[in-house]
């Protein structure tokens, strides 16, 4: 039976290919440095931005996040680098919940074999800290170590004044799209935090410096749980517990926050009048002052 004459060609190509004889042995330092060369450039003209835009668009179509981003390149011992990254949020709310001057992707080995790309693991310097995690189709694992205060835009517009401290912690999310239908668990701790010369809606804070602080969360149903948040400070000791009901579309992000606040004696001759004037100059026996912080997050009351 005659042989198909495009097999015979192909047949006949690869034939070119092998040896009339076997190949001296300095013959083998000369195929290593071909096929060296061949893998370099390779990796140089390979379209990597076009393989992780289509990363990015299978991301944003399985959970409704856009990743925006300005370069791409590989580094074949650690993964692709993105630069000027910026994640945003489901809805008409275009302020950057993240905002990266460049992050590593690595996704799953299985890509090498036509499979998806997910989970893809990440790391970043971010705020003055670090960023790494894992992300999958309907999951997030993400940590973050001593990320400054001072850096992050949509702590810095909720109160004006001089932020300091650092921030650490962990969150493990669940679900798709929209932030309201997110489910998870998270903690959270502080150290050496301060807020100088800071104003309320044209009040005056006093200074606050905390030394320490530690709170756990709960994410489900449309709202962050705030379980419980304790700082100790020099002035003040806080402890906070309520809800942040996350926004969806054109609606923000609001909260309502039952706050405990007990001065420390002699700390700050300002701080207790003014918690005084709140509570309408009633002195509460036991010392700790409670109010509630309520209202959309960049425009918060007490009462």
Same mark, same amino acid.
């Given at each position: &039976? ?14 070119? @290919?092998?040896?009339?004889? +076997? ?8 195929? #290593? ?22 990363? $990015? ?14 370069? $791409? ?18 809805? #008409?709310? $275009? ?34 800290? =670090? ?36 921030? =650490?912690?962990?969150?493990? +999310? ?46 489900? =149903? ?6 419980? @948040?304790? +700082? ?7 402890? #906070? ?15 309502? +926050?039952? $706050? ?13 009048? &003014?918690?005084?004037? &709140? ?17 959309? @997050? ?6």
């Amino acid at each position: &039976m005659a042989l198909d004459p495009r097999i015979s060609s192909v047949a006949g190509r690869l034939g070119r @290919l092998i040896p009339r004889r +076997l190949p001296s042995w300095w013959t083998w330092p000369y195929v #290593a440095w071909t096929l060296g060369c061949f893998a370099f450039f390779l990796v140089i003209t390979f379209p990597h931005d076009l393989l992780v835009r289509r990363w $990015v668009d299978q991301f944003a179509a399985q959970s409704g996040w856009q990743v925006r981003y300005a370069k $791409v390149w590989l580094r074949p011992w650690n993964g692709y680098h993105l630069s000027s990254v910026e994640l945003i949020a489901p809805g #008409a709310d $275009v302020q950057p919940w993240v905002s990266l001057g460049e992050i590593t992707l690595r996704p799953s080995w299985r890509v090498l074999v036509g499979g998806g790309v997910m989970p893809i693991t990440f790391a970043a310097a971010a705020y003055g800290g =670090s960023l790494d995690g894992v992300v999958q189709p309907t999951a997030l694992d993400l940590e973050w170590s001593d990320l400054h205060l001072a850096q992050y835009p949509r702590l810095t517009s909720l109160v004006e004044g001089a932020w300091t401290g650092d921030v =650490s912690g962990s969150v493990t +999310l669940k679900g798709t799209g929209d932030l309201r239908a997110l489910e998870g668990a998270g903690k959270v701790s502080l150290r050496k935090a301060a807020l100088t010369g800071g104003k309320i809606q044209g009040f005056t804070v006093p200074d606050l410096h905390f030394a320490s602080g530690d709170g756990d969360f709960t994410v489900g =149903s449309g709202r962050v749980e705030v379980r419980q @948040l304790k +700082l100790s400070g020099s002035e003040v000791d806080v402890d #906070a517990r309520g809800q942040v009901f996350l926004g969806q579309g054109s609606n923000p992000a609001t909260t309502n +926050l039952s $706050v405990n606040l007990k001065p420390i004696p002699g700390a700050n001759p300002n701080l207790e009048p &003014m918690l005084l004037v &709140m509570k309408g100059n009633q002195r509460p026996p036991n010392g700790i002052y409670t109010t509630t912080l309520y209202g959309p @997050l960049n425009s918060l009351r007490t009462r």
